[in-house]
């Protein structure tokens, strides 16, 4: 157990250190000069060049690394000149609201597909034929495709949904900051009008970032459902008298789940960190913006801090569903004992 540990843990350094060379290597191979863009077109070439050892840009790109390195592992990412502040206080303003849209997309998506994947899987014939239909236009649809025709039809000729306002109407004040997710803040100051106004504004962009996930879910929940539903116990639970739906939900839905769950810590971490068009498209202020803003002006700071969060949050999501699995499937935790 302690070798597979330490190989875990291993992998997941190597991982993160892979991840910080690459970024740091293919920003600083991208055209244009960052502290030119800083001080403007018409500045001199001392200013530029006095940017440039403010930056640290002129140094040997190995000294370059091992400062951006230990700058991160001590808590100081540097400045943003893209947006005036501190790379950790543009990060900790914005990544709540991105954290939210990413655990309601999820929520959306799990949630959708084990309903659609289970009646599938249980009404058999029409049913498995629409939820296949529907999981292959979902997995074949551009989510800001979708994102424009949600805001066309639900916001702009239904006038049901908000469009592209944000997190909140502009007529409303955000809640007392408490995790800075609008949803949770809302509920814990019992503000029903500000909770319910977040939620409104939290359906379209949900359903738009979750699209692809819930597609590619419900085909691996239906695979998986009759799998099960093909194994002897199943029919060992009907011979005891359960009728089909409670075999079906507690016994086939129960046990297909268990492969899904290593695929749930990937799709999480892959919302919270691939929703820039959606951000974009609704005019959601969290850390898509804030990005896309970093790359064009090539702002190093904000950009490589953003990667390597995003690796970290990748390694962190793996390890956490590893031994989410271990705890719930007792076959594996016995399985690696043994091994």
Known sequence: MIKRIGLQIGGALLTLVLASVLSFVILRMLPGDPARLIVGPLASDAAVEAMRVQLGVEQPIFQQYASYIGGFLTGQWGFSYSNGADVA????????????????AFVFAVAGALVVATLATYLRSWAAGLSKTLALVGLGTPPFWLALVLILV???????????????????????????????DALLAGDLVVLSDALAHLVLPAIALGAVPWAFLVRLLTANQLDVMSASF????????????????R???????????????????TLITSSVL????????????????????????IVQVFILLS???????????DFILELVDPRLRVQRQGA
């Not at 306002?165 to 502009?170: F, K, P």
């Not at 297909?256 to 799709?267: D, R």
């Open 278 to 301: 959606i951000e974009q498209t609704f005019d959601w202020p969290g850390i898509g913006r804030v990005l896309v803003e970093g790359i064009q002006r090539q702002d190093f700071g």
């Open 234 to 249: 199943v029919v060992v639970v009907r011979s005891k008298g359960k009728s089909r739906w409670s075999a079906h939900t």
């Open 89 to 104: 206080t543009v990060i900790s303003m914005r990544l709540p609201a991105t954290l939210e849209l990413a655990i309601f």
């Open 154 to 184: 639900f916001a702009v000729n239904a006038g049901v949904l908000p469009g592209p306002e944000g997190r909140l109407s502009r007529w409303l004040a955000p809640p007392p900051f408490v995790t800075g997710l609008y949803t949770i």
């Open 311 to 321: 690796a970290f949050i990748y390694v962190g999501a793996n390890l956490v569903t």
């Open 251 to 269: 016994h086939v839905v129960h046990n297909a789940l268990l492969p899904t769950i290593t695929s749930g810590g990937v799709i999480l971490a």
